[in-house]
């Protein structure tokens, strides 16, 4: 099996149409002898910022001087990103390998594994084969019925920011999102909450109390910010002073988290210097998240997807960016809000160029420009990435900014054509 066999055979079974449950997981767990029973995890759901907290703890523990395994979902341009170890994406030889020896199980099983299903077996088997100290897990969907749920207790279990999201799966109220999530929690590890919803950190509340699972919440309050700019941002928790190389107030939440899980593998018996959280903090690296590509003319590229993500983004940009408006280069889901998060950028838009994202959920491109000069924007449809990169850069000029904002599909394959024509 060659690597592009091993992705090919995966991204065959298509894991959102798949029922929720974990029998299967636990089938194919088992044998292949159950690794994931060989390691250590943070356990990380939510509905916003769960890649970058768990991309801040994995960078911190490796700072820390610990193996780390990370497993994140969706990748931005490479299928591998999923899998690291110690900051390296798996290579591919060894994806095949651990793949075709999933796919000897999982084609005997009566009921065949889905796609996350057999993502989740093959990074609990290479990462208990590379002998990982710790694992910063990642949920794909929900809490207690994601297949990552396999695991017994956790250090930590980590809940991010939670919002209505895949609600025909995970519930229609923030209570039964937070119920669901909150699976996770289990007796014997330890719990922290980024400070949300009131709706939601009470669920979170009563599920720790009902386990006896001590628990720490993310004070926002605490946190004092001290300023950003295009190197990152400087901020004081608990009047010690740190610098983070990701952008946007948003982060400085997801920074009060992960500092409030570090607080708690301490606590675990995990040793972890104050050194080792600054370098963390300081170096991170989580691509297409308000990521500085360029800055003459400014090039900035989001992975956006929700009115929540909108939001965080045109709060970042009005800083970012003072009076100067910018050219965004976008497009969207037909079944997401998209007016509402239209709505949040158009007062920061110079105009908008439009694509049509590779989904069939995709709304046109040149449907969205006409709903966007129905609000009175300026908007043009372009056919592929590469149009719509240059026709951004020219409308922009040398000091202008364009901002690339949307799923993280499509925002990845734009940062792929980026690259790829600065190569050249």
């Not at 609600?167 to 699976?183: C, N, P, R, S, V």
């Not at 939601?200 to 720490?216: D, S």
């Not at 889901?333 to 049509?356: G, N, R, S, V, W």
Request: with cysteine; aromatic share 6%; charged share 20%.
């Amino acid at each position: 099996m060659t690597p592009q066999e091993a992705i090919d055979y995966i991204e065959h079974y298509g894991w959102s149409t798949t029922r929720l449950g974990l029998d299967r997981t636990r089938e194919l767990l088992r044998k292949l002898g159950d690794p994931q029973k060989r390691l250590k995890f943070v356990h990380v759901a939510g509905s916003n910022g769960k890649g970058s907290t768990c991309a801040m703890l994995d960078a911190i523990l490796r700072a820390a001087g610990y193996r780390t395994g990370l497993y994140t979902s969706p990748y931005i341009q490479n299928f591998c990103e999923r899998i690291q170890v110690d900051g390296e994406n798996i290579p591919g030889g060894d994806l095949a390998d651990v793949t075709e020896r999933v796919r000897a199980i999982a084609e005997a099983m009566e009921d065949h594994p889905s796609q996350f299903e057999l993502v989740t077996a093959a990074a609990m088997l290479y990462f208990a084969e590379r002998h990982c100290d710790i694992v910063v897990l990642e949920v794909g969907m929900g809490g207690a019925l994601d297949s990552t749920d396999v695991i017994d207790c956790p250090e930590v279990a980590v809940i991010t920011n939670i919002g209505l999201e895949h609600t025909e799966y995970l519930g229609d109220t923030l209570e039964k999102i937070a119920a669901t999530k909150a699976g996770i929690i289990k007796s014997g590890c330890r719990a922290v909450c980024y400070d949300g919803a009131s709706e939601v950190t009470a669920v979170i509340r009563g599920v720790c109390a009902e386990r006896n699972v001590p628990l720490r919440f993310a004070d926002y309050g605490k946190v004092k910010p001290l300023g950003q700019s295009l190197d990152g941002q400087r901020f004081r928790w608990n009047g010690v002073e740190y610098h983070l190389a990701l952008l946007g107030a948003h982060q400085l939440h997801n920074a009060a988290t992960v500092l409030e899980s570090v607080a708690a593998l301490r606590e675990g018996g995990w040793i972890i210097p104050e050194t080792a959280v600054r370098e963390g903090l300081a170096q991170v690296i989580w691509p297409a998240r308000l990521e500085v590509m360029q800055r003459k003319p400014l090039f900035l590229i989001d992975g956006g997807h929700n009115p929540q993500c909108a939001e965080a983004l045109s709060a970042s940009l009005r800083e970012l960016l003072g009076d100067k408006r910018a050219v965004f280069l976008l497009g969207v889901l037909a079944d997401k809000d998209y007016p509402q998060m239209m709505a949040l950028l158009l007062p920061l838009a110079q105009e908008f160029i439009c694509l049509t994202p590779l989904s069939d959920r995709a709304l046109s491109a040149e449907e969205l420009a006409a709903y966007l000069r129905q609000q009175g924007a300026t908007a043009t449809a372009c056919g592929d990435i590469p149009s719509g990169l240059r026709a951004a850069f020219a409308a922009a000029g040398e000091n202008g900014a364009v901002v690339a904002f949307g799923s993280l599909y499509l925002v990845g394959a734009i940062r792929g054509e980026y690259q790829k024509q600065n190569q050249k």
